[in-house]
């Protein structure tokens, strides 16, 4: 008889749940390392399920914690998986998951804010930036201690093609509280718009999956959960440097109800701000008084083109930050201060 070619998924064979590995284990929830589990496969699985397809794909997830997320993972048919979990304590539980599936799981004890992923994985997922997105995924219910300067450094990571990036326009599942989940997907005139949603929309295509309640993880926390994809953009919106695009967008929402002018205006040293903010806003055709909520990324586009070229105009721009020269004012007044009160006493 002729062999069946249908290839049979893979499953992971019986294991104790994750509520008796918890025990098992005794893995009562960290404070301090943001933990909140989740129990319920049917939730961890549709987590996954928006990521796209896992057949024989890389993934990287980060902070398995006890393992939920992680089994729906390798349900998926992921063929390479690769944890990263700073709490040592989980290690023998993800351990027991490693050995029900045979040369598919690396367990790293580490700090996803410090691992160097650009290492982890073979040279043969690597795509070209602008063809499809390699056969590689990031997924993770993330720590909120750690969610938002993550998913910056990996922003950064982005732009520079480093990192994660190396391989290509890696995508990411992540998990964040659902406020941030909102800002990071808030259109313009959205009460949500915030400077996040600015450096992640210019640089990736972001969308809202779904929103997980409170009551679904163990310890509940305060706050409802959001999960949100990222595709990096082949063409970012804005083509300037990381930082310069973060110093702009920074300073327009620093006073996020006011007119953008306000924020405009302190990129530039006192004595030359109402000159050079007032050209800056002409030439990149932005309407001073509008809201920064209003602005769209085109408008950051136009306003970072337009600073990159004062920077490399005016010296020393780049680097001037108004708070400095508060300071400096500042402690010059005092100085001085102390220097009448000495003569007259
Ligand atoms: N993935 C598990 C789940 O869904 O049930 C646990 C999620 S829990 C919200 C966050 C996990 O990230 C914990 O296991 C915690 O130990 C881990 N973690 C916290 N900070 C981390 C860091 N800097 N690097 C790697 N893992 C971290």
């Not at 987590?47 to 993972?73: F, K, M, W, Y």
């Not at 806003?281 to 004062?310: G, H, N, Q, W």
Request: with cysteine.
């Amino acid at each position: 008889m002729a062999a069946s070619s249908k290839i049979v998924p893979f499953r992971l064979p019986p294991l104790p749940t994750i509520r008796e590995i918890i025990k098992l284990y005794k893995l009562r929830a960290e404070k301090q390392l943001s933990q909140n589990f989740l129990l319920d496969l049917r939730l961890t699985d549709k987590i996954v399920r928006q990521a796209g397809s896992l057949r024989d794909a890389h993934v990287c997830e980060v902070g398995p914690g006890p393992g939920g997320l992680t089994r729906s993972i390798l349900n998926a048919g992921a063929a390479d998986l690769l944890l990263v979990e700073k709490d040592n304590r989980f290690i023998p539980g993800l351990k027991l998951l490693s050995e029900a599936a045979p040369g598919k799981v690396r367990i790293v004890q580490g700090d996803i804010l410090t691992y160097r992923m650009d290492r982890a994985f073979p040279n043969v997922l690597n795509k070209e930036w602008e063809d499809d997105p390699p056969d590689l995924h990031i997924i993770g219910n993330l720590p909120f201690n750690v969610s938002t300067p993550l998913l910056v450094n990996w922003l950064e990571n982005i732009s520079n093609r480093t990192g994660p990036f190396v391989y290509g326009r890696t995508r990411l599942t992540l998990t964040f509280q659902k406020e941030v989940a909102e800002r990071l997907t808030a259109s313009t005139s959205s009460r949500q718009r915030s400077r996040l949603s600015i450096m992640a929309q210019y640089l990736c295509t972001v969308k809202s999956c779904f929103t997980i309640p409170g009551r679904a993880f163990i310890p509940k926390p305060e706050v409802d959960v959001g999960v949100v994809h990222f595709t990096p953009l082949a063409q970012p919106q804005i083509q300037q440097p990381f930082k310069l695009v973060e110093k702009v967008v920074r300073n327009v929402f620093q006073f996020r109800r006011k007119h953008c002018h306000k924020g405009i205006e302190m990129l530039f040293p006192e004595a030359q701000r109402l000159e050079l903010a007032g050209q800056m806003m002409c030439e990149a055709d932005v309407d001073p008084t509008r809201r920064p909520t209003e602005l769209k990324i085109a408008d950051f586009k136009a306003l970072a083109d337009v600073y990159s070229r004062l920077c490399s105009e005016y010296q020393n721009l780049l680097t001037y930050d108004f708070r400095e020269e508060l300071r400096l004012k500042h402690l010059h007044r005092k100085t001085r201060q102390g220097v009448v009160e000495e003569s007259n006493g």
